[in-house]
């Protein structure tokens, strides 16, 4: 039932201007807000602060031996230095993100040179002089956890993107390939939501894990990268399109 309201008297001395109240209680929400600091609202989600010499929240995952992880000062800046002797272990960080939200991975890395036995086709091959990757678990099925993981590959074109040998729920995208590149630091960018898509066929679920590694366990090679900061990042804006543009 809908009841018409006549017009409202004016409130008295004594009573409560409660539009204004509520106007003072939503100002000082959104300030509240505001003060959570930059998580609450970030464009960046800094994984890993190399740069600074953080490590925090980052785990060892050792598969055969141990690849060294240590900081080094390159150039100017600090630098995560990974060194592999015939060993496979990597670090890891869990996180919760909605890669809807995040769905640009930036990262930066630097090699000495591929694995010259390294063949991304075969099991005794799969060794990787710098990889990073993206983990999505599945509720309740471990088994049916999917990776996006992407390698400096030794031989498969620029571009290339394959079943990882051991398991096809690790899916490798070759972002570079080769020496031409190795000595120099080099710039990455990817979008994770649109690599889910392209390789499994669905949106993604939410990120669960990233994790960086040098390896040459099967090759029993050598092998000396360096990695820079890792970070997920919002779209940028779209242009404002100007006035009259479409005259």
């Known amino acids: 039932m809908i009841c018409r309201k006549g017009p409202e008297p004016s409130p008295g001395p004594g009573r409560k201007r409660r539009p204004r109240l509520r106007a003072k209680r939503t100002a000082i929400f959104v300030l509240s807000l505001l003060l959570l600091g930059p998580s609450a609202f970030s464009e ?19 598969f055969r031996g141990q690849t060294s992880y240590s900081f080094v000062v390159d150039g100017e800046r600090q630098v995560l230095m990974a060194r592999s002797r015939g060993a496979a272990s990597g670090l890891y960080k869990e996180v919760t993100l909605d890669p809807s939200k995040y769905p640009v991975l930036r990262w930066s890395w630097k090699i000495t040179g591929t ?23 599945r509720t309740f099925s471990f088994f049916r956890t999917r990776a996006v993981n992407y390698i400096w590959a030794n031989r498969i074109p620029r571009g290339s993107t394959l079943p990882n040998a051991f398991t096809s729920n ?49 090759t029993g090679g050598e092998t000396v990268a360096y990695y820079g900061d890792i970070t997920l990042q919002t779209l940028p804006a779209r242009p404002a399109i100007p006035p009259n543009s479409f005259q």
């Open 115 to 137: 694995i010259p036995k390294g063949n991304a086709m075969t099991k005794a091959g799969d060794d990787y002089a710098a990889r990073v990757y993206v983990v999505f678990p």
């Open 170 to 218: 690790a899916m490798m995208v070759a972002v570079e390939s080769g020496d031409e590149k190795a000595g120099t630091w080099v710039a990455e960018e990817r979008n994770v939501v649109e690599d889910y898509r392209m390789l499994f066929g669905e949106d993604p679920p939410a990120i669960g894990a990233v994790a960086l590694m040098t390896d040459t366990d099967n």
């Open 44 to 62: 960046e989600i800094v994984l890993g602060h190399f740069s600074a010499g953080d490590l925090s929240g980052w785990k060892p995952k050792v």
